[in-house]
């Protein structure tokens, strides 16, 4: 069992520049979701997912999209990369309300 | 809203000596899940413990304990007899459900440096 895949484990970006995470699970989860860490703040949530077809909004969404066509995967989208960007992007997935979440290793994102 | 408050920043500690680490929570749902999760130095988050509203039982697994009071919505965390390997960022965290489905808020985190 692989768990929460994610890839890439680093990435550099200029401004303005486009790219995916990529995240992927293993486990049949219906639950999906993207948190950043920001030293001092925490885990906050971007955005998350109930279901294929169904995703909403977080705490911080602003710049980011997200879609959910498959239970596996849950791809996150910057759409025009910002300094303010820079993080650690965890992707996590859960059975359902009360589980544990299982988290994937992190994409450490420097945009510059 | 939900919320968690891990106030400790940052705790040294010596080798062998016993820490707590505070989380408050606030929520205005009867029923609701608390987690602690440990993130050591290479940077994985590791699921630690999970609490329900309805089970307010203190745990305890090998040197560590969890203690959790609804009257104070508190949900601490003792580790007995530090060790070097205890040196991580540890997060409290609260889930709750909405019909469409659930949220998982962490604290802030405290960072633990255990010296030898």
């Known amino acids: 069992n692989a768990g929460v895949t994610q890839t890439p484990k680093f990435q550099v970006l200029k401004t303005g520049q486009s790219m995916t995470l990529q995240c992927a699970q293993d486990?049949?989860?219906?639950?999906m979701s993207w948190y950043r860490q920001d030293p001092g703040m925490g885990l906050r949530l971007i955005h998350y997912?109930?279901?294929?077809?169904?995703?909403d909004q977080g705490e911080v969404p602003n710049g980011y999209n997200v879609s959910r066509s498959t239970t596996e995967d849950f791809p996150l989208r910057l759409l025009s990369a910002a300094p303010s960007q820079t993080s650690v992007y965890f992707c996590?997935?859960?059975?359902?309300?009360?589980?544990?979440?299982?988290f994937g290793s992190g994409t450490r994102l420097t945009v510059v | 809203a939900q919320k968690v408050t891990q106030a400790q920043t940052e705790i040294s500690v010596v080798e062998k000596e016993d820490v707590t680490l505070d989380c408050v929570y606030e929520t205005r749902d009867t029923t609701y899940y608390l987690f602690w999760y440990k993130q050591p130095p290479s940077g994985e988050l590791v699921f630690l413990i999970r609490?329900?509203?309805?089970?307010?039982q203190n745990e305890i697994s090998g040197r560590y304990s969890w203690n959790f009071q609804k009257s104070t919505s508190s949900f601490n965390f003792t580790i007995t007899a530090s060790q070097v390997v205890d040196s991580a960022v540890y997060f409290c965290?609260?889930?709750?459900?909405?019909?469409?489905?659930?949220?998982?808020?962490f604290g802030a985190g405290t960072i633990l440096r255990v010296k030898s």
């Open positions: 965290a609260l889930s709750v459900a909405f019909w469409w489905g659930n949220k998982l808020v």
């Open positions: 486990m049949n989860h219906e639950y």
């Open positions: 996590a997935s859960t059975v359902g309300t009360g589980y544990g979440y299982t």
């Open positions: 997912s109930v279901g294929a077809g169904i995703t």
């Open positions: 609490r329900n509203s309805f089970d307010e």
